[in-house]
């Protein structure tokens, strides 16, 4: 009897996978051929290797950001996050060798993400309030810490990693989708990322079912400031200096790649897949504006309008 | 009395996902009637209202309201049509006052800019007054209010529209016996003003007194409209049920064991005091009280879900302290909460996960999950529940409201429990269901699970249990045996009729 059943009937019994959550492959293909015929140097291996360089940062951000959305939450800091590790890793580099200062930004990272898990797990605060109050503060610290406003970085330090390349493909699109692989293994196969996912869902049952939902909401506010950390660093590694108003308003483009993606804000939806999709997405829109020098305001109003209608395909009927 | 037929609907179908909530339902009332509407849970009353006050859209069927065809999608066009619904559900707004709940939509207003506060209070005050509600303040938040006086203030609010139909669901549950006389006159008087009354109820006393009509629906489907004096409360009861009681409570042959659980002088203020009591293995006890009598709150506390104030909790006649849920997992106590939705299920994550959540370390080799494992151990739940469908990469969301609770039960079953606390496991499930969850229940006792099952649904608790324990008022008031236990006793002690010499019988048969 199970054999008789048609494939596609077998799908939308198991219900995992609604064809609506792969709207961003449809706009994907959508935006590619577009890109194909409007622009001549969409698919020159030049502008291909550019883009995978310039969605690093967001991707890394997302990343993080995605792990916090599941679990019902919301991460305003990330983008003062990636402002401060890149000082620390750049600012750093006269006192101590590279892989020591590239070390304290990633703790700096993990310090954030811990006080902003710490007072809304502690403490039940909502995460867009904290976040905000983060956001503000380590703004701050970094303008604090940054006695220039821009900080060179060692010429080994951006050949290495931002401006790195293994074979023709940048070491830091490696890096990302390296880190996409551990987020999906994470999200999927593991203990507590099971948990994540659940936590979104319901949170009260999770807990009812004898899970420490504090350790693990901890847990997703440190993966978030983790990423952003990686991706201050590569972004300073990339760009060769660093400056306290990097990472300005990055936050959103990052809850629009997981939006996008098929995530919900407020738990309950997304995954690492779709999150990824999101991220070449925005990237390919960027990249297209970009070379037709449309005005970043513009860039903005598009990116508004696409998030609203990747969230408007999916809602509850 | 007009004739019949001033309500009509007919041939009512109504479909969510995959199961049948109603079934080519049909029903007519006369204005001036009380038309009761019972039947076990799940038997579509609800939705047969949602229905009728356009919470809810039918797949097929006609509705007449005075002969007219009438089409309600939304809430608001029923209470154009003059239909008022009054939910479990309250919706009211909390932090607003009474007067703005009552007027909500229809504030008075100076230029109609300025909210005329002394108008919103008399008119407020006026329609309290004249439902016999005169010791509500008008200008009390919503939030003060206990539960009771919130449900008279969605009645006032719904009778503020002055409704041709009024559909009340429930609204016993949460009143006293003072607060529903008062209600039972306030119905009496909206018959004579030819008002059609719709009373959802499922104490069958109740209905008797106040019905002129009653409706009977069993699983989604019509049974038959009968005359209030042309029937008896066991006629009733059959025709809700369609099977008699001992096909629905099965009969189990095993003896209780070793004392498993032990509770002693629990207490939390507000809540409950003094709490005692005893579980063995292989025994179920029924806790039977009414809502508000702090129930739900002890299983909580045992479970450490909100731990009690003082007292101890004894596992195998070992002292344990269980300060979360996770302590309690870890001492081998479970509990099914009274709302699955709410708390029970995590309701976008598939069977797979849920049935794993509370024993993900026994698919786990380190922090990786074992999936294959997984699989085969949630598959075994699954198929020894009978859950269908049997997909366990299915979405919980999608599966009928029986099954959900097989979900919840095949996740404590699967986490290996000594105690199961269940907090109104049938709550909102088929008699087909409820059936496969008693039997269940003795299947675990059978293998020595000790189980504490509240219930406020009085056959229930004397179909399953070996002893029952009465709560009142957030104390333990009777603890009975199966042969003395009656529906008569029980609601004595649950209503406070029964002497307080009782009170201290909460220690009793523990030998």
Redesign the interface.
Known sequence: MKTAVPFIDRMR????IRWSDFAFIGIFVVLILISSVVSETFFTSRNLINISRQIVTNGLISIGMLVVILTGGVDLSVGSTVALCGIMATGLQKQMPVPAAILVALAVGIAVGTANGFFIARFKLQPFIVTLATMGVVRGVTYVFSETPQTPVYPAFRALLGGGFVGPVPTASIIMVVCFAIIWVFLN???????V??I???E?????????VKGHLLLAYILCGFFAAIAGILLASRLGISQPSFGAGFELDAIAAVVIGGGILG???GGAVGTFWGVLILGVIDNLLNQYNVQSYYQQIIKGLIILAAVLSRRKK | MIADGFLVMSGIHKRFGGTVALRNVSMSAACGEVHALVGENGAGKSTLMNVLSGAVLPDSGRILIDGVPVIMSTPHQANKLGVRAVHQEFSLVPHLTIAENILMGKMPSRHGLWVDWREAHLRARRILGDLGFTHLDERARVSRLSVSHQQIVEIAKALAEKPRILILDEPSAVLSKDELDLLFSLIRRLKTDNTLVVYISHRLEEVFEIADRITVLRDGELVDTVHRSSVSQSDLIRMMVGRSMEEIYPRRSTKPGARILTVERLSRDGEFRDVSFSLHSGEVVGMFGLIGSGRSAVARSI?G?EPAASGSILVEEKRVRLR???D???AGIS?V?EDRK?????????IR??V???S??RM?RS???D?VRQARLVQEKVQELAVR?A?I???VR?LSGGNQQKIVLA?WLL?QTKVLLLDEPTRGVDIGAKVEIYHLINNLVAEGVGVLLISSEMPEVLGMSDRVLVMREGVLVGDLTRAEATEELLLQYAAGVAQDELRSAGTKGQT
């Open positions: 019994e198991t219900a995992r196969r593991t203990i507590p990322g099971r948990a996912v659940a979104g869902g319901n009260e049952a999770v807990r009812l079912a004898g899970i420490n738990g309950g939806g | 479970f879900a979360s849920p996770h309690a997992v870890s509990l909460t709410r708390d029970g299920l995590v309701m976008s994550c598939s996960d849920n794993s959540l509370a993900l370390w786990s922090i990786f999950l999936r469908p997909a990469d299915r979405l999608t996740k986490s």
